[in-house]
């Protein structure tokens, strides 16, 4: 298994522009997530989705999208890049277990810098 | 929302000490986990973690939920446990994780 899979790994955006930061998982995972880490700080949740068709807002979701077709898939969207947009984003996943969810696997995450 | 906060926000240790690491939650939650971010930026799980005492080689953990808080130890320590060493709970709505801001450790030589 390779686990969670982010590309890219690095990005320069310019002011304004858009792109997508992919994330793939092949756990079977029915929970995906995003957060951001800006230097010297902790992990903000952006988005997550608890299964395909379903997703919700986090802690700071302003300037993103997200959408879940697949339960393998979770791409996050920037539309219009701000220089406060640029931190380390980190894709995850964990399946549901009865009461508990299982515990939370990382992928490597992407640095992202808006200038 | 619910306020997760953790002490000390750093931490120097010689090489071998022990040290405890604490995690504060303000409100219910239905599970916690800890984690290990070290110097290359990776996110590793450490213990899953809703109530009571695990242990994990050196490493153990305990969570008291009733009372709102929980431990991490490390006994020994040794220059690879360094780096920054994150809680997250889980709010009782379930699948949203909610990170506290970590304790960065640094051990000596």
């Known amino acids: 298994n390779a686990g969670v899979t982010q590309t890219p790994k690095f990005r320069i955006l310019k002011i304004g522009q858009s792109m997508t930061l992919q994330c793939t998982q092949d756990m079977n995972h029915n929970y995906m997530y995003w957060y951001r880490q800006d230097p010297g700080m902790g992990l903000k949740l952006i988005y997550y989705?608890?299964?395909?068709?379903?997703?919700d807002k986090g802690e700071v979701p302003n300037g993103y999208n997200v959408s879940r077709s697949t339960t393998e898939d979770f791409p996050l969207r920037l539309e219009l890049a701000a220089p406060s947009q640029t931190s380390v984003y980190f894709c995850?996943?964990?399946?549901?277990?009865?009461?508990?969810?299982?515990?939370?696997?990382f992928g490597n995450g992407t640095r992202l810098t808006v200038t | 929302g619910i306020q997760v906060e953790q002490s000390p926000p750093d931490l120097i240790l010689q090489e071998g000490a022990n040290s405890t690491l604490r995690c504060n939650f303000s409100d219910s939650v239905n599970n916690l986990q800890w984690f290990h971010q070290n110097p290359w930026g990776q996110l590793i799980n450490l213990f899953y973690?809703?109530?009571g005492t695990k242990q994990n080689g050196r490493l153990s953990a305990t969570t008291v939920a009733t009372e709102r808080y929980s431990l991490l130890y490390i006994s020994s320590s040794q220059t690879t446990d360094s780096g920054v060493y994150f809680c997250a709970v889980e709010l009782n709505q379930g699948g949203k994780l909610i990170f506290g801001q970590g304790t960065e450790l640094s051990v000596k030589p």
């Open positions: 973690i809703p109530s």
């Open positions: 989705s608890v299964g395909a068709g379903i997703t």
């Open positions: 995850a996943s964990s399946s549901f277990q009865g009461i508990y969810n299982s515990p939370l696997h």
